[in-house]
């Protein structure tokens, strides 16, 4: 009886367990990480996506979220890699990804622009002034962007995939996605309701592709490109010197506000035609366990036939 409590008919913990491994490794390192970072006063003073402070706290979000990926795989006894972090060529998918991420927040950037809610002006900050802000935004956004990537779409997704089955899935980890983001400045309903749209659209983008790496270029792309190029807030966080200076003449719903596009009505529109292009459109060959729980599911029987890869890339 407690071996069928604590194991799968495929022999190994089964996928509930191992989302508690999970999460019990990620607050074992990143509560003293985090308590290092105050300690040492590396707390951020504004919320703002040039703040220094930012990237401590990103780092350590990540060392926690990778801890915890190797302390999953371990527990079901597959490889690091096949967490999402495999398949082929990364490098190519990460930079396919980066450009979607950084087209699609320019379209939200650039719609309430065109119909006159919302103007850019190029900006006169010098150059070392803008280089420093490039870098310390990328410090600050990189390593939280890929550490929510790893925890959502790569060892939880791919275990609530094994356990149960797409649908809730996806469903499940894009509702955390949202209200993982409640207590930023400025956070309302709409924003929810967007970021959780998200939270689908990168999902589809790792269930389809096999892999994280189009999902983390997208994702890191998507709020680098908003806050250093087009000067606008980033989920609440107020915007450091950029490329482009960016003012709203409306009241938010068109240009997100003072939480950023993601708030915007705009980016809702996109959002939804990005998942449905996500779901429609053919694509190459998968990585060999992201799609598929890691090497099979808890029930096979009960879960329905496993996808096969699709033709080669």
Known sequence: M????????????????????????????????????????????????????????????????????????????????????????????????????????????????????????????????????????????????????????GFVLQQLVRGTNRPIAVGATSALFGLGHLDNPSAGWLALANITLVGVWLAALTLRSGSLWLAIGAHASWNWFEGFVFGQPVSGLAPGPSLFLHRALDDGAWTGGSFGPEAGGPACALLLAAIALSLVLPWPRRGPDAARGGGGREDPGEAGPQEQPRGGE
Do not use: H, M, N, Y
């Open 2 to 153: 407690l071996r069928a409590l604590l194991v799968s008919s495929d022999g190994r913990l089964r996928s509930g367990w191992a989302i508690c491994v999970f999460a019990i490794t990620a607050l074992a390192v990143g509560g003293p990480l985090v308590l290092l970072i105050q300690l040492a006063g590396f707390v951020p003073e504004r919320w703002a996506v040039d703040e220094p402070r930012f990237g401590a706290q990103s780092g350590a979000f990540l060392l926690a979220v990778l801890a915890a990926t190797a302390a999953g795989c371990l527990a079901v006894r597959q490889p690091f890699v096949s967490a999402g972090l495999g398949g082929p060529r990364p490098l190519k998918r990460l930079l396919a990804g980066a450009g979607i991420g950084a087209g699609l927040v320019g379209l939200a950037s650039a719609v309430p622009a065109l119909v006159g809610r919302g103007e850019f002006e190029l900006s006169v900050a010098p150059p070392p002034v803008l280089l420093k802000s490039a870098l310390s935004q990328l410090a600050a956004l990189g390593p939280s962007s890929i550490a929510e990537e790893i925890a959502l779409r």
